[in-house]
């Protein structure tokens, strides 16, 4: 069975770091699309960053030079680096695996609250 | 960038059809998916490649796509059905991915 679990968020002041994990289980991540996406508090879903198993990143204008993603083959760990954080990158974090035929969300996780403030 | 235009809400009566559309400019050339979201929980994929369903999504679900607008139908809709949908489609010049606004869906 396919399940992705995320943490390390929380409350972090303004300029900040924080870093997110992502477990998977049931398939591999360095085999797939693994993408991060975000909601911020009432708002919609906006797509933040995705690995491709050969290891090309992207990121999204809002994130990019700030944000970091990467993963560990060995744990079967996806992960965001955040630096730099400000009070509009409070949200909940998801980690999606990507249909790489597709380029669809087939499976998330639960997501992780960021929440930045001071 | 590539931009993804959804009406915020649109309300229907129980056993009605409901119809959410997805503007793009030309999207008609591209994938477009469809996610389907209840208050606090994750995002679920109900339709995908315009026209297709995951395993386990009802039929009363389905999509089309052609010029500037996709549209997510959802027949026979249930009380169960009230949620927040999203379209998304991957922009290929940029490698980013898109998604529209999110549409509320309201079971009258």
């Known amino acids: 069975e396919v399940q992705l679990v995320e943490s390390g968020g929380g409350l972090i002041q303004p300029g900040g770091s924080l870093r997110l994990s992502c477990a998977a289980s049931?398939?591999?991540?360095?085999?797939?699309?693994m993408s991060w996406v975000r909601q911020a508090p009432g708002k919609g879903l906006e797509w933040v960053s995705v690995i491709y198993s050969g290891g090309s990143s992207y990121y999204a204008d809002s994130v990019k030079g700030r944000f970091t993603i990467s993963r560990d083959n060995s744990k079967n760990t996806l992960y965001l680096q955040m630096n730099s954080l400000r009070a509009e990158d409070t949200a909940v974090y998801y980690c999606a695996r990507a249909n790489p035929l597709a380029y669809c969300f087939d499976y998330w996780g639960q997501g992780t609250l960021v929440t930045v403030s001071s | 960038s590539y931009v993804l235009t959804q009406p915020p809400s649109v309300s229907v009566a129980p056993g009605q059809t409901a119809r959410i559309t997805c503007g793009g400019n030309?999207?008609?050339?591209?994938?477009v998916h469809w996610y389907q979201q209840k208050p606090g929980q994750a995002p679920v994929l109900v339709v995908y490649d315009d026209t297709d369903r995951p395993s386990g999504i009802p039929e009363r679900f389905s999509g089309s796509n052609s010029g500037n607008t996709a549209t997510l139908t959802i027949s026979r809709v249930e009380a169960g059905d009230e949620a927040d949908y999203y379209c998304?489609?991957?922009?290929?010049?940029?490698?980013?991915?898109?998604f529209g606004g999110g549409t509320k869906l309201t079971v009258l």
């Open positions: 030309n999207i008609g050339s591209k994938s």
């Open positions: 998304q489609v991957w922009d290929s010049s940029t490698d980013h991915w898109v």
């Open positions: 049931g398939f591999t991540v360095s085999g797939n699309y």
